[in-house]
């Protein structure tokens, strides 16, 4: 079964916006990783939150991770139509609630459109 | 100087034939995995090796084999072609894991394979 479900499944914003996405997953975790997927390509790695972590930056990005209530956060700040992509959030699963080290896990992602 | 190159992009074959798609990474790393994502663009983990040993077969009909020949190929076949194959293969390479869980993941370009 999914690990990560993003939320919400699309999300379409004015160029200049701030755009956040959500991630809920089930089992514990090592890290958290975000990634992002424009039309037609591979996967881009975005950033990655470890599970003792609570907050991240990188530029324009901001991840928050709440291990709590098993979700995180992905917001883009001042975002451009350059931005316009779908985000993907992967969990390792820790060894001791049963996943797995030996693989990431992705959620279904959210398809950001920033329009100019 | 591609990082993970997969050849060929498109590949348009017809049901029952027998296909190969290759891969190289140039990053050193020791892990390389499938994936296959869907129509919905749900990103499903096929296989992974790590230093040429598959330590990751996750339940994908054994008409799919991988092989690996050295560390940075990680090539895929099909055999007997079904119109359910048809999706964007995408492979990747990661330096693998360790205390901190997983680390990121190098994606190739995805091949699109549609079966007729």
């Known amino acids: 079964s999914q690990q990560g479900e993003e939320d919400p499944q699309a999300l379409s914003i004015q160029e200049g916006e701030n755009a956040t996405m959500n991630c809920s997953y089930k089992?514990?975790?090592?890290?958290l990783q975000w990634y992002r997927q424009n039309s037609g390509r591979g996967l881009v790695h975005l950033i990655l939150?470890?599970?003792?972590?609570r907050e991240k930056h990188s530029g324009r990005l901001r991840v928050t991770l709440d291990t709590s209530k098993k979700s995180s956060s992905l917001l883009i700040t001042a975002s451009r139509a350059a931005d316009t992509a779908s985000y993907f959030c992967?969990?390792?699963?820790?060894?001791?609630?049963?996943?797995?080290?030996?693989?990431?896990?992705f959620g279904k992602g959210t398809l950001l459109t920033v329009n100019p | 100087d591609t990082a993970v190159s997969q050849t060929p992009k498109y590949l348009v074959t017809q049901m029952g034939n027998d296909k190969s798609i290759k891969c190289e990474q140039n990053l050193g790393h020791d892990t390389m995995y499938w994936y296959k994502q869907d129509s919905k663009k749900f990103l499903k983990i096929m296989f992974s090796?790590?230093?040429?040993?598959l330590i990751i077969n996750e339940t994908v009909p054994n008409r799919f084999s991988p092989k690996s020949p050295d560390k940075a190929h990680l090539n895929l076949h099909i055999n007997s072609l079904e119109l359910g194959d048809s999706a964007v293969y995408f492979c990747a390479s990661s330096p693998g894991w360790g205390r901190g869980g997983f680390y990121e993941q190098y994606f190739g370009p995805g091949t699109r394979l549609t079966v007729t």
């Open positions: 939150i470890r599970s003792n972590e």
């Open positions: 992967a969990t390792d699963g820790s060894r001791d609630s049963g996943g797995s080290n030996y693989k990431l896990t």
């Open positions: 090796y790590n230093n040429k040993e």
């Open positions: 089992t514990s975790i090592n890290n």
